[in-house]
């Protein structure tokens, strides 16, 4: 199994910024694409951003030029720097990850965590 402890959600005013974490852990699993899915109440989960080991990028159309994606390989960890944060925003946001062992691809979600935007 791999487990994903995320963090940095919490309650902010339209144009605020948030920083979200997601540290992976999880012995015999090599980790490749981490990312962020958001779900919002009514509406299925969506992509945010994706980002591979090797740094190809994928950004959800809605959120390009305002959210940035990183990771730290060596930490195994992925982080949303989000800016110009809109009342859309607002939704649980879920830490994602693809991992291989034994020559399979398995994923694995965080918990989520709130991002609230909202005056």
């Known amino acids: 199994q791999v487990q994903l402890v995320e963090s940095g959600g919490g309650l902010v005013q339209p144009g605020g910024s948030l920083r979200l974490s997601c540290a992976a852990s999880?012995?015999?699993?090599?980790?490749?694409?981490m990312g962020w899915y958001r779900q919002a109440p009514g509406k299925e989960r969506e992509l945010v951003a994706t980002?591979?080991?090797?740094?190809?990028?994928d950004y959800s159309g809605s959120v390009k030029d305002r959210f940035t994606i990183s990771r730290d390989n060596a930490k195994n960890s992925v982080y949303l720097q989000m800016n110009n944060l809109k009342p859309e925003d607002t939704a649980v946001y879920y830490c994602?990850?693809?991992?291989?062992?034994?020559?399979?691809?398995?994923?694995?979600w965080g918990q989520g965590t709130q991002v609230t935007v909202s005056s």
């Open positions: 994602y990850t693809r991992a291989w062992r034994a020559l399979q691809f398995y994923d694995f």
């Open positions: 999880g012995s015999m699993f090599m980790i490749t694409v």
């Open positions: 980002l591979t080991e090797s740094g190809t990028i």
